[in-house]
């Protein structure tokens, strides 16, 4: 097949591929720039980004907006003619710091998920930097255009739709999840796709739909974008590689991983997750909140006094190499992975394969 750019306003892919954004630092300047000197769009996590600096745990506010500015500033250093985005949980509670960070260092495009973005449009008003929320339904788009067009005069310049085979937190019930079948990345796309066009003919504007959740193969990719999808959001498939910013030992875990390994868990912040299960996971959800555990006031909607552990915490651990103090979140075709490569080389596979197959 003839393979499409992805083009989101004045911002131009070769390859119709988004590296997801994946906290705590999986996605940061390392792996994003990698990703866009091939051509994708790379993207760095706006979770916690200053994890690693020294004075972390002194001033989290600080840090973080130091790391995030880091980031944005070292990608474009790397990949200097790259398409460099972030993406930022609305969930977070310094939510609309990150996005005015984003915007001051010039990233190119800002994917918004975990929440409703309702005001990220007056955020980035006046800036070149382009908004994409994230969503799991057509309905949520819905609502999404209808008030950003409301209140703002504006539409989402891009809109990722995440199925239910994604790794991380999910925008599905746990009901959904025992029935993924009736939610197909397929299905979600021209679900999508029909639930925008009103405000498209509105403003005679196309909003690109990008596509995500448990893809692997170039006939996964293949697939959606036959669908109706302008391109697609991988993350799980860039862990395993060794521009990504995680530790060898996080790699290492999706290498090993196998089918069964991967479970639905009941993440602290009140939505479920796919992740590699471990001793970790097994030991909190059996025998209760670990010790020594301190809240890193994350999350708007994470209660400390409830919750079983800190996620973030967990995550931190996870990225540097403690799993017996965290865990990894993966997509369901983790078990597919079974070496540390190269970026270069999944897109040359996946470039190759496209071509291959029949329009």
């Not at 979770?47 to 944005?72: Q, R, S, W």
């Not at 397929?186 to 909003?207: Q, R």
């Not at 006031?297 to 651990?317: F, S, V, W």
Request: aromatic share 6%.
């Amino acid at each position: 097949m003839k393979i499409p750019k992805l083009k989101i306003g004045d911002l131009v892919a070769n390859m119709p591929i988004v590296q997801g954004g994946m906290g705590v630092g999986v996605s940061l300047s390392n792996l994003a720039s990698a990703v866009a000197n091939c051509g994708g769009i790379g993207v760095i996590s706006a979770v916690e980004p200053g994890f690693n600096l020294e004075d972390y745990y002194k001033d989290k506010f600080k840090a973080n907006m130091e790391g995030l500015t880091y980031h944005i500033r070292r990608a474009k250093e790397l990949a200097p003619e790259g398409i460099i985005g972030v993406n930022i949980m609305t969930v977070l509670t310094n939510f609309e710091e990150m996005v005015k960070i984003s915007v001051k260092e010039k990233a190119d495009i800002i994917f918004a998920g975990a929440g409703l973005p309702m005001k990220l449009p007056s955020l980035v008003k006046g800036s070149l930097t382009k908004i994409a929320p994230i969503v799991s339904s057509g309905k949520v788009a819905k609502l999404i255009c209808k008030q950003w067009d409301r209140k703002h005069s504006y539409l989402p310049d891009a809109i990722v739709v995440e199925g239910p085979e994604a790794g991380g937190h999910l925008g599905f019930s746990p009901e959904q999840l025992e029935h993924k079948e009736d939610f197909s990345l397929t299905t979600l796309v021209k679900e999508v796709l029909e639930a925008i066009k009103p405000f498209e003919e509105k403003y005679n504007k196309t909003i690109p739909i990008i596509a995500g959740g448990g893809l692997y193969s170039p006939g996964d990719v293949a697939e959606v974008l036959k669908a109706g999808a302008s391109g697609v959001q991988m993350a799980t498939r860039f862990v395993a590689t060794k521009e990504c910013d995680a530790s060898i030992v996080f790699k290492e875990s999706y290498v090993n991983a196998k089918e069964d390994d991967v479970y639905i868990i009941k993440s602290p912040v009140g939505l479920p997750g796919r992740a590699i299960y471990n001793k970790f996971v097994s030991d909190v959800y059996e025998n209760g909140k670990p010790k020594g555990i301190k809240c890193i006031n994350c999350i708007k909607t994470c209660n400390p006094k409830e919750t079983l552990y800190c996620i973030a915490d967990a995550l931190i651990q996870a990225q540097r190499g403690n799993l017996e103090k965290g865990f990894a979140f993966a997509g369901s075709k983790v078990h597919k992975i079974k070496e540390i490569t190269s970026v270069k080389h999944i897109f040359e596979e996946l470039k190759e394969g496209l071509l291959k197959i029949e329009e």
